[in-house]
């Protein structure tokens, strides 16, 4: 279906319409502290349906519920005492927790793919708590790009992506993480996707180390990962340099003469705000100047560059 895609201010205005759209089961990017998400409502099988339809997203491919409370969270799934302790700690913020699902959720099926799990999250961005409150049910958002794609961490990167499939984007700026959020299930406690809360902070809190689980446990070599994140160039990973003909994306001061750079001061919360911007940026540099692959100095595996690392892998993993 092809719709005049509208640019919403993050005003109260905008927030009406925006719920007044979702209601009426259209889809609107809102932007998270994470990355944009493309909003829809999660007990509208239509709504839901048209998530996955918009982004071209293979349907056994489960969403994550965007809640604005604890109280909310509980209507929808089993919070055990672990589950509790690890959301009092992060909540509202960059960590998604897997749960058991309600009976009575009132999901639609689609949702969850039919798991009898919930992924949860309360992002603490004002814009999307505003349009939470504004529409007062629960909210299913998946990253507002074509699935396999970089993630959108402006209004224009998901117009640039989904503009006339979608009826509207709420502009809330740049997203301050930039990378989506870290994913756990619990008993027993794994982590399914490295993100916007470092491993290193959910192990301090649960006191051991925190096992890799579901797609993540795949070895980390790019041949056995599926691409995602893609640019239209190809991905080098580790490069100490750039070869000719290559974009050079550094990391810290000893890439003078890169052509970007994620964090000249090295640190890798900034690269992990700036990764998806430049993603896109240095494949534009390779368009215009005939490059054929963008080339990533090493990012440290700490902290977020663990997330970033993951991110990458995926971006130089071979394509269908
Ligand atoms: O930061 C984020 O998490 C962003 C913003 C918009 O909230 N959202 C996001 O959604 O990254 P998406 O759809 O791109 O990634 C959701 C991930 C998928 O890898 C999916 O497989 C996983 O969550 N997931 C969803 N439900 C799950 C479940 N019940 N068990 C395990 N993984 C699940
Ligand atoms: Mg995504």
């Not at 998270?32 to 909003?39: C, D, F, I, K, S």
């Not at 999660?42 to 709504?47: E, K, L, Q, T, Y």
């Not at 519920?65 to 055990?80: F, Q, R, T, Y």
Request: negative net charge; aromatic residues 4%.
């Amino acid at each position: 279906m092809s719709t005049e895609t509208l640019l919403l201010a993050p005003d109260t205005t905008g927030f009406a319409r925006a719920a007044e759209l979702l209601r009426a089961g259209a889809l609107v990017a809102m932007p998270t502290e994470t990355v944009y998400g493309l909003a829809g409502d999660a007990r509208n099988d239509r709504a839901v349906a048209e998530i996955f339809a918009a982004k071209g997203r293979p349907r056994f491919n489960p969403l994550i519920v965007h809640l604005p409370s604890l109280e909310a969270v509980e209507e929808i799934a089993v919070v055990s005492d672990a589950a509790r302790a690890i959301a009092e700690r992060f909540w509202p913020g960059p960590l998604t927790l897997v749960l058991p699902l309600r009976a009575d959720s009132g999901l639609s099926e689609l949702v969850t793919a039919g798991h009898d799990t919930v992924a949860i999250r309360l992002p603490a961005h004002p814009v999307a708590r505003a349009l939470l409150k504004a529409f007062g049910g629960p909210i299913a958002a998946p990253s507002a790009n074509p699935s396999g794609k970089i993630s959108p961490t402006t209004a224009q990167h998901v117009l640039d992506g989904l503009s006339g499939k979608i009826a509207a984007v709420l502009d809330g700026g740049p997203c301050e993480v930039g990378v989506e959020s870290t994913i756990l299930s619990l008993d027993p406690p794994a982590l399914l996707r490295p993100g916007g809360i470092a491993a290193e902070e959910l192990e301090a809190v649960l006191g051991a180390p925190l096992p890799i689980g579901g797609d993540a446990s795949k070895p980390n070599a790019p041949g056995q990962l599926k691409s995602h994140y893609a640019p239209g160039a190809a991905v080098r990973l580790e490069a100490v340099q750039p070869r000719p003909d290559e974009i050079w994306i550094g990391f810290g001061a000893d890439c003078a003469g890169a052509d970007l750079n994620l964090s000249p001061a090295g640190d890798v919360t900034e690269a992990a705000s700036n990764l998806f911007a430049m993603l896109r940026e240095g494949d534009a540099m390779a368009r215009r100047r005939g490059a054929a692959t963008l080339a990533f100095a090493p990012i440290p595996e700490t902290g977020l560059g663990r997330a970033i690392n993951d991110r990458l892998r995926r971006a130089a993993a071979p394509r269908d």
